[in-house]
């Protein structure tokens, strides 16, 4: 199987050099941790990486009946071969990011995984449920069996999932309560591994490489907004935030930093604390 990591050029060499210079040391780990542990007034907030359970089994005919359902509501943008080249495409963006999934390609963005593996089903099926906020309409309106059909359906159009066995990335800690000072930590986390670099020293998707970036496909990608939650397509509470910076958007130039917080995780509640105070809508 390929493995492609998406880390943007942001190398184990790169991190230790900052180490070397006590970059990190900057950001102090003393009071702060210990308000993550399972305190008084930690929020009691399961952190569910992959939320649904309920699952029909994944049989030739469910692949099959999958298809009749693709063929109904999904070949419009992903096309009949499900290489993403529907005639809606068309019309959705030409030049720009994001084109609808090439499904034959095997690379996505909306994972629980590490980055460069396959996602769960269940991630797929969460994006079929939820939709993809300005790209992607959800299909809640489909019952959970049609709705597991549609992931099987998927799946049969590429062979990266043949044998691949994903595994969920650890989820270490919990959501912290966003004070001030869990506030001010995560800002130092933004700072120190560069997220302004792209999405701006405020967010707003103005960092210097914005306009360089692009996906996969050669399509320009700008950073997203962090002021409007609402629209991140991978969900904006803590868990779904969690995801998307441990695990990356593959494909996109989202990097993944879960190499970069191994023992640290606790400084991820707090940058997830500052993106939520960023938030203005
Ligand atoms: C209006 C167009 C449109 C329709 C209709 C549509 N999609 Fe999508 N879909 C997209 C776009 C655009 C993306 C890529 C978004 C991105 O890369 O940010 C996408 C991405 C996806 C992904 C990839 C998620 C990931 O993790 O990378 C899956 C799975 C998916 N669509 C499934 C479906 C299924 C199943 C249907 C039909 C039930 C469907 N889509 C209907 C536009 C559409
Ligand atoms: C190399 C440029 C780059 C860097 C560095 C970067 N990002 Fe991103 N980020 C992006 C791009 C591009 C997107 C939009 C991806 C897409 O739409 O597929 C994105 C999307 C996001 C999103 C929204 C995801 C969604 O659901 O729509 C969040 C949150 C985010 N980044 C947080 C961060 C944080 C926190 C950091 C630093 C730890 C960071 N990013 C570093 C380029 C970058």
Known sequence: MKIRKYTQGITHTALSFLLALGVSSAVSTSTLAAEGAAGADAI??????????????E???????????????????????????????????????????????G?????????????????????????????????RGYSTEDRWRLVYYIKSLSP????????????????????????????????????????GGGGAGDGKKAPTLKDDWGFRLPPRDLRRPSAFKNGSTPADLYRTIMAGLDGGAMPSYSDFFEGSEQDVWHLINYINSLAAE
Request: contains cysteine.
């Open 44 to 57: 009691p907030l399961p952190i569910v990486v992959s939320p649904y359970k309920d699952r029909i089994p």
């Open 160 to 199: 990266d999932f043949k044998g691949a066995e994903p595994e969920a990335i650890k989820v270490v800690g919990t959501p912290i309560p966003a004070n001030g000072a869990s506030i001010h930590r995560g800002y130092q986390v933004y700072k120190k591994f560069k997220c302004w670099e792209c999405h």
């Open 107 to 139: 690379v996505y963005k909306f994972r629980s995984t590490l980055s460069g593996e396959m996602p769960l089903d269940e991630d797929l099926f969460r994006t079929i449920t939820r939709g993809i906020p300005g790209y992607m309409p959800g299909f």
């Open 59 to 105: 049989t030739a005919a469910n692949v099959a009946a999958g298809r009749a359902l693709y063929e109904r509501s999904c070949i419009w943008c992903h096309g009949i071969n499900g290489e993403g080249k529907g005639p809606v495409a068309w019309f959705l963006a030409r030049d720009t990011a994001p084109h609808p999934r090439d499904f034959t390609y």
